[in-house]
């Protein structure tokens, strides 16, 4: 048998951890990226739609703005699915039946697999000739479709997120969130609580409204609820808790994202689904920027409401409203809390990290 001389046989033998060594410096300077929820806060000019891509690969999203007539909004949802890679939407959340939330529900069905609908269940209380059509449309979808009326407190059960209702078909929670950070504790800006008369669009009511959690991140999302059902979720006890990131409720307008609410959410972030007139008016603006350690607002659109000194700068602005019309803010969450906001418009960018002293202990 032939035999290697020695010093070949150091050689080698050297040359495996010599190499496992330069991988492994090489792994500690350039870690592979982790994995990040992906929320998408598309443009439906001041309807709604929101599409989370978890770390998983599963899918939620959350309405699906207005039918319009050249397609322009569901070409926008597509769009943001195609970018997160995502073959079916695993769950889909239909919050309500008014027509800039419902509008695309059917139209998406015809484009790609629905594995889920959340809704409030298969009535609406408003069926005036002008807001039937996307209501319907819906139905004959849900018909064929798996549908599930959730009750406060049920789970959106989505692969790596943690997605609990907190309002569904007129009903609230009436417990805390678990392990929610500030949840379950008495709320002192319910000194700033005063009650609201009741809108004439009795829908809104029946939201469907939800809190996700990935890892620290904690996100909350009421869809079009309304301010005095606001009020009951946060007082006296804050049954919500803290967040990082607080999506306005019913767009920015006047009729929902009460003092209570906001300033008890403590989110650092606000987005809000306006259009260029309709939501982010002047008492919107007051109450989320009164938000103890409050950072930013992003809007989807510049507000004609309001003026300038009222809107935020226009790197936070994804659409200018003259020049632009749907683009969209995409927010890049890392399981520690930290996250990312990116302006698809400009690309600019802003870097959060993760709140201090975020503990997920819950106050039961
Ligand atoms: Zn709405």
Redesign the pocket.
Known sequence: MHKKPLFLLIGTSLLVPVAALLLAQDSRQKPQAQKTLDIYFLDTEG??STLFASPSGESLLMDTGTKDGAGQQVDRIMAAIKEAGIQQLDYVIVSHY?G??VGNAAELANRLPIRHFFDHGPFTVELQPNRAAAFNSYLTVRERARATVPKPGDKIPVAGLDVEVVSSAGQLLTSPVAAAPGAGVPNPACREASDKVQDPTPENYESVGIVVQYGRFRFLDLA?LTWNQEEKLVCPNNLLGTFDVYHTT??GTDWAGSPPLVHGARARVAVMNNGAKKGGTLDSWRIIHGTPGFEDLWQEHYSELVDKEHNPPENFLANLNETDHGYTLKMSVRSDGSFTMKNERNGFTKDYPAAKGAALTSNR
Do not use: V
Request: negative net charge; without cysteine.
């Open positions: 309807g709604q008014h800039d939330h079009d019913r767009h």
